[in-house]
């Protein structure tokens, strides 16, 4: 029996245009210890059928009977994985033929490091990707945004089972991002400064299908990273980062205040607890304070001379809108 040292997962549904140039891709590694597990989600087209013409013996066809989705899927490839480096891969992309070599190297040369992404290009542009390399700078990254190409990352197995972690369901189609949020809390992560996978954008892939709630998902995800310098948020802090994290307006002076002295206590918190970069997290959170005061003065209706009064902020702004603020308080308020 095979002991591949890398698995490949490959969950896939109805990708009969791209899966040939996905698997080949997987093949001609210049890594070649592998299996390559291949999900099929019950496709309705001919999928199966050109994934049954691959006769190499690294290949693990599993045909489920009954489809029960994407993180179904890659919680099984997980399970039953021999490889103790775990790389993701979908069917309609192309991984470059030196992408698991390099990011073996990394993970071997770096066993503090539990995940690694690689830089990508969409297909079809010269556009690249370039996610953020460093640990810390992608975890304050997260903040913001998933800074890591689902399809290009490589795992370490045994960091996942010894911590329990695998895809959460409840967080599809945000699941990849919501498991990131999870593993920096507790482990390092780092990107390959290299364009390593193709990454096919088309109609039909999920983030374009299920957006909105892509969305929403993936604004839980920030509120967690948010709140991760706090030893035991409140549903109050919650609530805070929340609102933050959706861009919400504050209606008068005294939430304003509340909410600038609440991120204030925020970057106290990191500054005892060191989850994030000082530095970096100040930088954070004094934009947060910089758009929560922006949109409160500048697209305030009711502009008076006692709110001119109240108006401390000024380095958030720049002197041609002071001059116009401070106009309208003056001359247009009721």
């Known amino acids: 029996m095979r002991n591949p040292l890398v698995t490949v997962i490959m969950p896939v549904y109805n990708c009969e245009k791209h899966i040939a140039d996905a698997i080949e891709s997987i093949l001609s590694q210049t890594y070649a210890n592998l299996e390559l597990i291949i999900i099929d989600d019950c496709s309705t087209d001919h999928t199966r059928q050109l994934i049954g013409k691959y006769t190499d013996d690294r290949i693990v066809f599993i045909k489920k009977e009954k489809n029960t989705g994407l993180v179904s899927s ?23 033929q030196t992408r698991l070599s390099k990011q073996v190297r990394l993970l071997t040369s770096n066993p503090d490091i539990v995940l690694c992404g690689t830089w990508y290009q969409l297909s079809g542009s010269n556009e690249i990707i370039k996610n953020p390399v460093e640990h810390e700078d992608i975890k304050i990254s997260l903040l913001d945004h998933c800074v890591l190409g689902h399809p290009s990352v490589m795992f370490r197995k045994d960091f996942l089972t010894a911590n329990e972690l695998t895809y959460d369901d409840s967080f599809y189609p945000a699941e990849d991002y919501e498991l990131w949020t999870r593993i920096s809390a507790i482990g390092k992560i780092a990107n390959i400064p290299e364009v390593l996978l193709w990454y096919r954008t088309h109609e039909n892939q999920v983030s374009n299908k299920e957006q909105s709630i892509q969305l929403t998902k993936s604004y839980q995800c920030k509120v967690r990273m948010m709140c991760y310098p706090l030893s035991s948020p409140s549903q109050s802090d919650i609530s805070r980062s929340a609102f933050i994290v959706e861009n919400g307006g504050v209606s008068n002076l005294s939430e304003l205040q509340e909410l600038v002295s609440w991120l204030d206590r925020l970057s106290d918190a990191n500054k005892q607890s060191s989850f994030y970069d000082e530095q970096k997290f100040q930088k954070y959170i004094n934009n947060k304070k910089r758009q929560i005061i922006r949109k409160f003065y500048l697209h305030s209706t009711s502009y ?21 603020f401070t106009l309208k308080c003056i001359f247009f308020w009721k």
């Not at 997980?78 to 192309?94: E, N, P, Q, V, W």
């Not at 006692?306 to 001059?323: D, M, P, R, W």
């Open 74 to 96: 890659l919680n099984l490839g997980i399970k039953i994985s021999k490889g103790g480096f775990l790389a993701r891969m979908d069917g309609d992309d192309i991984s470059h």
């Open 304 to 324: 008076s001379p006692s709110v001119l009064f109240s108006f401390s902020c000024g380095s958030y702004f720049t002197a041609n809108e002071l001059v116009k």
